[in-house]
């Protein structure tokens, strides 16, 4: 009796309520967790917020730049140093699971970016270069990225 009285009540019910529309209304990019935005994701081929960097239409913390990569401080850092690197153009290379052998040129090209930006950085006791394939590992914008991530005790195994 207690209890319905509870739900009867005008404070349950504005809470029930407040709890039953926040499962309706879709949250932003912006106050999704990593995961949630991973899983919201659609692979596609589609241009992304990377292209819209690239494109100079959305200013980014630019650290390094070249003809075919750009490398750029994430908004959402896991570490003291935590950046982005994307290759220029993304030519279907929407996630390394999608590579194909006329992309390990760009690949390499990645990978030895994320080792000039290391030392520029200051990252000279170590970093750690991850690449998200996938929604189950947490890839929310579909143009392949090499995030390098520094400036802090690491641990193993990650995720």
């Not at 220029?88 to 699971?97: A, Q, R």
């Not at 143009?143 to 690491?154: E, K, N, P, S, T």
Request: overall charge negative; some cysteine; charged content about 25%.
């Amino acid at each position: 009796m207690e209890k319905e009285e509870k739900i009867r009540g005008g404070d349950d019910i504005s809470s029930r309520l407040a709890v039953l529309s926040s499962h309706l209304i879709t949250p932003s990019p912006s106050t999704m967790s990593e995961k949630e935005a991973a899983l919201a994701a659609v692979p596609s081929d589609s241009p992304t917020i990377f292209d819209r960097i690239i494109n100079k239409e959305i200013p980014a913390n630019v650290v390094f730049e070249d003809d075919k990569v750009l490398a750029f401080r994430d908004i959402s850092p896991q570490a003291p140093t935590h950046i982005l690197i994307i290759p220029k153009v993304k030519d279907g290379l929407t996630g390394l699971s999608k590579a194909e052998e006329r992309h390990c040129e760009i690949l390499g090209q990645l990978l030895y970016t994320a080792k000039v930006v290391a030392k520029q950085e200051g990252l000279e006791d170590g970093f750690r270069i991850v690449i998200n394939d996938g929604p189950k590992a947490c890839q929310s914008v579909y143009h392949i990225h090499v995030h390098l991530i520094g400036g802090r005790q690491m641990n193993w195994p990650p995720g």
